[in-house]
């Protein structure tokens, strides 16, 4: 992604806070200087905004997209820590073990074994 210039926009920035700092409101003349001075921020405010109104329109809809992708990817693990959580696939178990059963009721040799997710996340902490 391209990176933006906003140089232009960060110097009218400190620009307005210097001026804000010179400005005291002892008179008419001052208040009025103090009356422009707050329509000139809010152009200032509205031109950032337009201008870094498409960089987070694109930020965001990248970031829907990695989501979803990641969501998409995800629910293919979480299916298969289903199927195991549930007794294995359709051969399921090992020969001593026989077939894993269906139906959520787990062989009396799995009966003791975390979840995958689990057993992975405690091998992470060590």
């Not at 707050?38 to 829907?64: D, F, M, R």
């Amino acid at each position: 992604m391209e990176r933006t210039d906003y140089s232009e926009q960060e110097q009218q920035g400190l620009v307005l806070v210097a001026e804000a700092e010179d400005l005291k409101v002892i008179d008419q003349a001052s208040l009025n200087a103090a009356g422009e001075m707050l329509k000139s921020i809010k152009l200032y405010i509205a031109e950032v905004q337009k201008i870094t109104s498409p960089v987070k329109a694109a930020t965001h809809a990248a970031w829907k997209a990695a989501v979803a992708q990641e969501t998409g990817l995800l629910g293919k693990a979480e299916e298969a820590e289903r199927i195991l959580g549930e007794g294995g696939g359709a051969k399921g178990g090992t020969p001593e073990q026989g077939p894993a059963p269906r139906g959520g009721r787990l062989h009396p040799a799995w009966s003791g074994q975390r979840p995958l997710r689990l057993a992975y996340a405690e091998n992470d902490n060590r």
